[in-house]
C-alpha cells in the first residue's frame, strides 16, 4: 500500500497545499481546492476512482466541484463518492449547488444537476463505516473537531501489515479517541505550530508530551509554515507534499 500526500498545510497554507493523500493512485482521502491539480502534478485524475470525505471543510472538500466537472464534462463516469447521508445533504445544498447545478447538456440546451450526476454517492453507514476497495480496508472512526460538525479520522489498512491512522482535523489528540494507538505502524496526525486556548487542532506541544514509543509512530501533518523551524526530532518526522509513505 502507498500513501501519497497532495499537500500538507493547514486550511490557511497556500504554499503547503490542502493536507489530502492519495492511496494507491487511485483512492483520495478528502478534496480540497488544491487537490485536483496537486494530483495532476503527479499523475491522472482519471485514475481516482473512490473519494473519502472527512469533513465538510474547504481545505477538504473544495476540489470536488473540479473533479466534479471533470468527470462529467471529460472523463464522461462518475467517482464513487463516501459520504453520509447527513453530510451528503450539507455538501450539496450548502457548498456545491451553487455552482455546480446549473449546467448544459450535450445538445446546449440548459440542464438542472444533482451530485449524483458528477458522483456516485456510496454510504459508508451502509458497510458498517468499515469500507474495503480492492484490498484496503478503510475504517472510520467518530472524531471531535468543530462542535456539532460530523467528522471522522480513518484506520486504514491492506491486510498485510500494522494500519496506519490518518486523523485528519481533531481537537483532540488520538489517545483521546483509540484505545491502543501503539497498535499504529504510523499515525499520520494533524497538529498546529501553537496555542490559543480554543483551538480546534492539536497542539505540537500536546503530541510532544506522549511517550517516546508513542510520537516515534507519529508523522506531522495539516500544519502552518515554519514547521522546519520546529524541533521534530522527537517524531516519525513531519510530511511534505508529494511524500510517499509505503
Given at each position: 500500500m502507498k500513501l501519497q500526500f497532495l499537500g500538507v498545510g493547514s486550511g490557511l497554507s497556500f504554499k503547503l497545499g490542502n493536507t489530502n493523500a492519495v492511496i494507491n493512485e487511485s483512492i483520495l482521502i478528502d478534496c480540497g481546492g488544491s487537490?485536483?491539480?496537486?494530483?495532476?502534478?503527479?499523475?491522472?485524475?482519471?485514475?481516482?476512482?473512490?473519494?473519502?470525505?472527512?469533513?465538510?471543510?474547504?481545505?477538504?472538500?473544495?476540489g470536488l466541484e473540479i473533479l466534479g466537472f471533470m468527470n462529467y464534462f471529460v472523463y464522461k463516469k462518475r467517482t464513487n463518492l463516501w459520504i453520509t447521508e447527513e453530510m451528503e445533504n450539507e455538501l450539496w445544498n450548502e457548498v456545491l449547488k451553487g455552482t455546480m447545478k446549473k449546467i448544459q447538456s450535450a445538445d446546449?440546451?440548459?440542464?438542472?444537476?444533482?451530485l449524483s450526476d458528477f458522483?456516485?454517492?456510496?454510504?459508508?453507514?451502509?458497510?458498517?463505516f468499515e469500507v474495503t476497495i480492492d484490498d484496503v480496508v478503510i475504517n472510520y472512526i467518530r472524531t471531535e473537531h468543530v462542535p456539532d460538525k460530523e467528522s471522522y479520522s480513518f484506520e486504514i489498512t491492506d491486510g498485510n501489515?500494522?494500519?496506519l491512522m490518518f486523523t485528519s482535523d481533531v481537537k483532540r489528540p488520538i489517545t483521546d479517541f483509540v484505545d491502543d494507538a501503539e497498535k499504529?505502524?504510523?499515525?499520520?496526525?494533524?497538529?498546529?505550530?501553537y496555542e490559543t486556548g480554543s483551538d480546534i487542532h492539536v497542539s505540537i506541544s500536546a503530541l510532544r508530551k506522549f511517550p517516546e514509543s508513542l510520537r516515534k509512530k507519529i508523522v506531522l501533518m495539516h500544519f502552518g509554515?515554519?514547521?522546519e523551524k520546529e524541533d521534530t526530532?522527537?517524531?516519525h518526522g513531519y510530511a511534505e507534499k508529494f511524500q510517499v509513505y509505503e
Open positions: 487537490a485536483p491539480g496537486s494530483f495532476m502534478e503527479i499523475g491522472n485524475l482519471n485514475t481516482i476512482t473512490d473519494i473519502f470525505i472527512t469533513h465538510l471543510h474547504g481545505d477538504h472538500c473544495h446546449g440546451s440548459p440542464q438542472i444537476a444533482t458522483f456516485t454517492v456510496c454510504r459508508p453507514e451502509d458497510q458498517g501489515s500494522q494500519p499504529y505502524r504510523l499515525i499520520f496526525h494533524d497538529c498546529q505550530l509554515e515554519g514547521i526530532s522527537m517524531f
